[in-house]
């Protein structure tokens, strides 16, 4: 049976994370678009899978896996004064913006004050029914996050995510190890 699943993200998974598509095959570039069913549950695929599985198009989704830096930067427009990045790159700006600061960051604090914001929550919470946002909210999102990028050290921001994910990660491949460690040294004490 097929599911239609809607992609909400690229983003960083364990490489031992099996594909969707793939029974057994494990998606080893440590990578995937997470795609969730009607009924809540999440899985995780390779953007062929995810190309094939999603009921939304690839170039809406956000990319976590990316600096937020490196996608503000690049794709020109063409026409008018040439100036300028695409309708698309903002939209998955924006998108991206947002899930950093009201998913990923939502736990943290810089200078005793939350990541969290309380329009950037509104936005998150309209973007997470609908799964899609207007142009005046992207505008406004990307206002914030300019504003941010000079008040607060956005790639510090990007910085925390990365470890945090990285700590997550080694956490999963050393937990068995220090558990047997665990083991070995508790027969000693015996």
């Not at 097929?2 to 490489?15: A, G, H, M, P, W």
């Not at 941010?148 to 995510?161: H, R, V």
């Not at 945090?164 to 508790?186: G, Q, R, S, Y």
Request: hydrophobic share 35%; net charge positive; charged share 25%.
């Amino acid at each position: 049976m097929r599911l239609f699943l809607k992609i909400i993200k690229k983003d960083f998974v364990n490489e031992d994370t099996e594909s969707y598509c793939a029974k057994g095959h494990k998606l080893s570039s440590g990578t995937a678009y997470y795609m969730e069913s009607k009924d809540g549950k999440i899985y995780f695929g390779g953007k062929q899978c995810a190309g094939t599985h999603g009921t939304n198009d690839l170039k809406d989704v956000p990319d976590l896996t990316k600096s937020l830096v490196s996608l503000g930067t690049g794709t020109q427009t063409s026409g008018g004064n040439g100036s300028g990045v695409t309708e698309e790159k903002k939209k998955s700006l924006a998108i991206s913006y947002l899930l950093l600061r009201e998913e990923l960051l939502n736990e943290f604090t810089l200078n005793k004050k939350p990541l969290s914001h309380k329009v950037l929550n509104k936005y998150y919470n309209h973007y997470t029914e609908h799964n899609s946002l207007n142009e005046n909210q992207i505008n406004h999102i990307l206002n914030l996050e300019k504003y941010a990028s000079e008040n607060i050290d956005i790639k510090l921001s990007i910085g925390i995510y990365l470890l945090a994910t990285l700590i997550n990660l080694f956490w999963i491949e050393l937990k068995p190890i220090l558990v047997k460690m665990k083991m070995v040294l508790d027969s000693f004490n015996h």
